[in-house]
Nanobody, 110 residues
Framework: LQLVESGGGLVQPGGSLRLSCAAV????????MSWFRQAPGKERELVES?????NFPDSVKGRFTISGDNAKNTVYLQMNNLKPEDTAVYYC???????WGQGTQVTVSS
């Protein structure tokens, strides 16, 4: 089983990034998929999900959107109007498999 994240990097404030999470050996369509992030010194927090959870930070609502492509077995996180406080390692998680990806670094800085 693998969840391979990509798409992270350095972006200026106000910019956008799309993170990808490719599922290998598991069918993400059978699982609730979520994106979490963890900033240095902080706890990991949920930022988007295909499930019923809505307890996302107010700071990301309206800016982050999760989507999926069944044909590519890939989940995406579109992040717009990025802010320095969005800097973190972003992880995807497959709930039914209790499986985490390795994470991808997002840095928002001018």
């Amino acid at each position: 089983l693998q969840l391979v994240e990509s798409g992270g990097g350095l972006v200026q404030p106000g910019g956008s990034l799309r993170l990808s999470c490719a599922a290998v050996g598991l069918a993400f369509s059978r699982s609730v998929m979520s994106w979490f992030r963890q900033a240095p010194g902080k706890e990991r927090e949920l930022v988007e999900s295909t499930g019923s959870a809505t307890n996302f930070p107010d700071s990301v609502k309206g800016r982050f959107t999760i989507s999926g492509d069944n044909a590519k077995n890939t989940v995406y996180l579109q992040m717009n109007n990025l802010k320095p406080e969005d800097t973190a390692v972003y992880y995807c998680y497959a709930h039914i498999y209790n499986y985490w990806g390795q994470g991808t670094q997002v840095t928002v800085s001018s």
